[in-house]
Nanobody, 115 residues
Framework: QVQLVESGGGLVQPGGSLRLSCAAS????????MGWYRQAPGKQRELAAI???????TYADSVKGRFTISRDNAKNTVYLQMNSLKPEDTAVYYC?????????WGKGTLVTVSL
């Protein structure tokens, strides 16, 4: 059974940084795509950043230049370095994985940007 487990969320002041990690377990295959979606209170879930196993990346316009996604294919792990955080980045961040045409989701980790 494939599981995605996130870590690294928390409370940070505006302008601060956080690093999220997500490890996939339960599969001997490399995830084709891994990344992060987020859902702010009262809003729909939206893409933050994703990365293919080949290294192609897609970022939401709202995070470009501030967030950096990276991954370790050997470990089936994806990271999200978040800098210059803003209050509007406050959301539950969900790890996402695509493998063999199936979507996988983590349970989410809360990021709160506030004074």
């Amino acid at each position: 059974q494939v599981q995605l487990v996130e870590s690294g969320g928390g409370l940070v002041q505006p302008g601060g940084s956080l690093r999220l990690s997500c490890a996939a377990s339960g599969s001997g295959f490399t995830m084709h795509t891994m990344g992060w979606y987020r859902q702010a209170p009262g809003k729909q879930r939206e893409l933050a950043a994703i990365m293919s196993s080949g290294g192609s990346t897609t970022y939401a316009d709202s995070v470009k230049g501030r967030f950096t996604i990276s991954r370790d294919n050997a470990k089936n792990t994806v990271y999200l370095q978040m800098n210059s955080l803003k209050p509007e980045d406050t959301a539950v961040y969900y790890c996402y994985g695509l493998m063999q045409l199936r979507n996988y989701w983590g349970k989410g980790t809360l990021v709160t940007v506030s004074l």
